[in-house]
T-cell receptor, first 117, second 114 residues
Framework: GAGVSQTPSNKVTEKGKYVELRCDPISGHTALYWYRQSLGQGPEFLIYFQGTGAADDSGLPNDRFFAVRPEGSVSTLKIQRTERGDSAVYLC???????????????FGPGTRLTVL | AQSVTQLGSHVSVSEGALVLLRCNYSSSVPPYLFWYVQYPNQGLQLLLKYTSAATLVKGINGFEAEFKKSETSFHLTKPSAHMSDAAEYFCAVRHTGTASKLTFGTGTRLQVTL
């Protein structure tokens, strides 16, 4: 079956603009995660959805960042008033729920490379 | 809070040589540990995971890792490196609670030379 897909693959925007990044999880996966990976770093957690609700948004850096998952499938990460420091690869992952043996695998998409000029 | 530390941001080995990528964890409770691989311009792919069932975990592509509680380590090994193993490798710990977030290390870039 299809894996996690993310669109666009690349996004270039200007400082101060608004951007939306989309994630299509694996069909049937109820858990969805967003991570941000800066150059030379490991992915950093942003937000986790269980179904339609955000179960943990402790990783969102500030109120310019917001994410939704209105129907419990596709999710959109929204960034307002973008700053150059927002430039990174934004990764989406999904997993089945509940965890099987505590180690349910998160399946990652290829990411969206965001560049803020 | 759980965390992982990867020692060595770059590791270079010859083709056919042993691969050893180091990961140490910090956790107040028994952790769930993972190794992911990332090829250029691709998403992360799970290599293997430790979920307390067995201390020696075998993964894909000939990789394995051993959980050592006394050393708080979960090092990744492969007996014989192949050119196709060149990639970025990330160790990660999963926080307690069902289906919760991963905390990743900073990654180790593996270079394989002829």
């Amino acid at each position: 079956g299809a894996g996690v897909s993310q669109t666009p693959s690349n996004k270039v925007t200007e400082k101060g603009k608004y951007v939306e990044l989309r994630c299509d999880p694996i069909s049937g996966h109820t858990a969805l995660y967003w991570y941000r990976q800066s150059l030379g770093q490991g992915p950093e957690f942003l937000i986790y959805f269980q179904g339609t609700g955000a179960a943990d948004d402790s990783g969102l850096p500030n109120d310019r960042f917001f994410a939704v998952r209105p129907e419990g499938s596709v999710s959109t990460l929204k960034i307002q008033r973008t700053e150059r420091g927002d430039s990174a690869v934004y990764l989406c992952a999904s997993s089945s729920y509940p965890a099987s043996g505590g180690g349910n695998e998160q399946f990652f998409g290829p990411g969206t490379r965001l560049t803020v000029l | 809070a759980q965390s992982v530390t990867q020692l060595g941001s770059h590791v270079s080995v010859s083709e056919g040589a042993l691969v050893l990528l180091r990961c140490n964890y910090s956790s107040s409770v028994p952790p769930y540990l993972f190794w992911y691989v990332q090829y250029p311009n691709q998403g992360l792919q799970l290599l293997l995971k430790y979920t307390s069932a067995a201390t020696l975990v075998k993964g894909i592509n000939g990789f394995e890792a051993e959980f050592k509680k006394s050393e708080t380590s979960f090092h990744l090994t492969k007996p014989s490196a192949h050119m196709s193993d060149a990639a970025e490798y990330f160790c990660a710990v999963r926080h307690t609670g069902t289906a919760s977030k991963l905390t990743f290390g900073t990654g180790t870039r593996l270079q394989v030379t002829l």
